[in-house]
């Protein structure tokens, strides 16, 4: 049992930084890098449970929270549930793939759950989920929900404002102001484009950093 457990702990060990590299959509292939305070592992279910101020790095994935349960398949697809301490959120940080010579962008997230699914390379926050979305240090777009799934592989991300029903099957309920928020900015534009058409030929739309309208 000690043999088999060496190198979950050797993988603890090398978790003091947020891995680094450009390949981000082979993150999933990458090992996975854990630091607690604690460790509960099954080698016959293949199954970890780390608690306490545990931080995961995978590739360029960061994970953290106070709990992470970890399980593998019988492909060697990693699994992750990051749950924060209670009135927390845990976080998660991602790097995209971007054309070399252009700005890094980056992915974050927070939510009391944090899903990630390895095979699917999707990313699931559950419960006051928040994302956002850097290039380089500047925000460009944000979004808020009940639910946001991102997947990498894709790039294409999802937004509920709904609880989800319980297993009892009461039926949807509403979140608190249970409806999706976001701010998109416009895509920057490469150096050398086009000027914009006169002003004459239609509307100017302006960023804004709020939302109108009330929540129903």
Known sequence: ?????????????????????????????????????????????????????????????????????????????????????????????????????????????????IEYDGKADNVRFITRAEMRRYRESVVTDELSGAVIVYNNLTDVFTVDGQKKAAASGAGDAPAAGGRVRAVLSPKEQPSGAAAPANAASGPVLRPSNSLGGASK
């Open 1 to 113: 049992m000690k043999k088999s457990l060496l190198p979950i702990l050797l993988l603890t060990a090398l978790a003091c930084a947020p891995g680094v590299g450009q390949a981000e959509k082979a993150d999933r292939n990458k090992p996975m890098n854990i630091e607690a305070d604690a460790l509960r592992h099954d080698e016959l279910k293949q199954t970890s449970v780390f608690t306490g101020r545990v931080v995961m790095t995978k590739g360029s994935i960061v994970l953290r929270g106070a709990r992470l349960d970890v399980r593998q398949d019988a492909d060697g697809y990693q699994y992750g549930v990051v749950t924060a301490e209670p009135g927390k959120r845990a976080f998660f940080r991602q790097k995209r793939d971007t054309v070399a010579g252009t700005p890094d962008e980056f992915i974050e997230g927070e939510s009391e759950v």
